[in-house]
């Protein structure tokens, strides 16, 4: 079975600064997606970034990137130049690749805070 | 309206009380999902289903009862709900043939007295 661990509850960062969320997996597949989601307080919950796991340069948007090893099963999230807007809960996610039972599995989240 | 819709944003019910959580998407998607999400726990997905066809229930009590009469609509209807029930309901959408990521509805908050 899939798992998702987010070892960090709470995180708080200087608005401006840089900052990174962890995200360990575990699995024995090779084909999959991982997900970085943002929760606002408004609680909908949109997509930040995502990796294919077959591709080895980690993907980037904007001031958001990706540390993915696959080895170590790691996929950080690193926050550039944070805004308030960024505070939010963030979950990291995982699911298999292709069909439309695939789940989506989530781990508990870390809820990051800018302060100004 | 783009996206994934869900109303009502907010309900209140009692335990006897009969109720239903309406969930549209807007973006083509054929496959869509209920998931349930309580403070401290991770989502837990309840239903799947996959050209109006349920591929997937995730062992959820019988007390929430999941419709889709078509691909762009999916429902959770509720009765005899009990407290713990309550929590944050979230609708998703997927296009299968792209990329596995799923859109999120801004949810139902239930709170079941």
């Known amino acids: 079975a899939q798992t998702v661990t987010q070892s960090q509850p709470e995180m708080s960062v200087q608005e401006a600064e840089t900052v990174t969320l962890s995200c360990t997996y575990d699995?024995?597949?090779?084909?999959?997606?991982l997900f970085w989601y943002k929760q606002p307080p408004s609680r909908q919950m949109i997509l930040v970034i995502r990796?294919?796991?077959?591709?080895?340069q980690n993907a980037t948007e904007n001031r958001f990137s990706v540390n993915f090893q696959k080895a170590a099963k790691s996929f950080s999230l690193k926050i550039s130049d944070s805004q308030l807007g960024d505070t939010a809960m963030y979950f990291c996610?995982?699911?298999?690749?292709?069909?439309?039972?695939?789940?989506?599995?989530f781990g508990t989240g870390t809820l990051l805070a800018v302060q100004p | 309206e783009t996206g994934v819709t869900q109303t009502p944003r907010h309900l209140v019910m009692g335990m006897t009380n009969k109720k239903s959580l309406k969930c549209e998407q807007h973006?083509?998607?054929?496959?869509m999902y209920w998931y349930k999400q309580s403070a401290k726990k991770p989502l837990e997905l309840m239903f799947v289903?996959?050209?109006?066809?349920?591929?997937e229930n995730n062992s959820v009590p019988s007390r929430f009862s999941p419709e889709c009469p078509n691909s762009s609509h999916l429902f959770l209807h509720l009765h005899t709900l009990q407290p713990e029930d309550s929590a944050l309901y979230l609708c998703?959408?997927?296009?299968?043939?792209?990329?596995?990521?799923?859109?999120f509805g801004p949810g139902t908050r239930l709170t079941v007295l």
């Open positions: 998703a959408s997927r296009d299968t043939g792209r990329y596995n990521e799923q859109f």
């Open positions: 973006l083509g998607h054929n496959a």
């Open positions: 990796q294919e796991a077959y591709k080895q």
């Open positions: 699995t024995s597949e090779n084909n999959y997606y």
């Open positions: 996610a995982f699911t298999l690749y292709g069909g439309a039972t695939n789940k989506l599995i």
């Open positions: 289903y996959s050209l109006e066809e349920r591929v």
